[in-house]
Nanobody, 130 residues
Framework: DVQLQASGGGLVQAGGSLRLACATS????????IGWFRQSPGKEREGVAC????????YYEDSVKGRFTMSTDNNKNTVYLQMNSLKPEDTAVYYC???????????????????????WGQGTQVTVSS
């Protein structure tokens, strides 16, 4: 059974930290790209961080570089997003997604392939107050 379960969101002050977790089942990490995406009201969903199964490299959206770190615990089949130095503009619903690496063309931050071919978690709200 393929499942993703995101958790760890909450309310934090600007400058604070949160760690999101995405518990997965039914996937082989070697075959799937993994990504964190976010969407705030009135905006399109955007890729925040992703881990490419093709080159085992993590990619980050420019605004979060140096502040967010993505990692995996293969023993727990869990993907993490450590978010530091949070800003009010980071406020959004955050989603984790997994999709077969064969559908990724270019950088894995594009939500197109997971939208069409992937599996999504339910989303977790992150709110950063100023």
């Amino acid at each position: 059974d393929v499942q993703l379960q995101a958790s760890g969101g909450g309310l934090v002050q600007a400058g604070g930290s949160l760690r999101l977790a995405c518990a997965t089942s039914g996937f082989r990490f070697d075959d799937y790209d993994i990504g964190w995406f976010r969407q705030s009201p009135g905006k399109e969903r955007e890729g925040v961080a992703c881990l490419s199964a093709t080159d085992a490299t993590a990619y980050y959206e420019d605004s979060v570089k140096g502040r967010f770190t993505m990692s995996t615990d293969n023993n727990k089949n869990t993907v993490y997003l450590q978010m530091n130095s949070l800003k009010p503009e980071d406020t959004a619903v955050y989603y984790c997604a997994m999709w077969s690496k064969i559908f990724t063309s270019g950088v894995c931050l594009d939500p197109g392939p997971p939208d069409t071919f992937g599996y999504w978690g339910q989303g977790t709200q992150v709110t950063v107050s100023s």
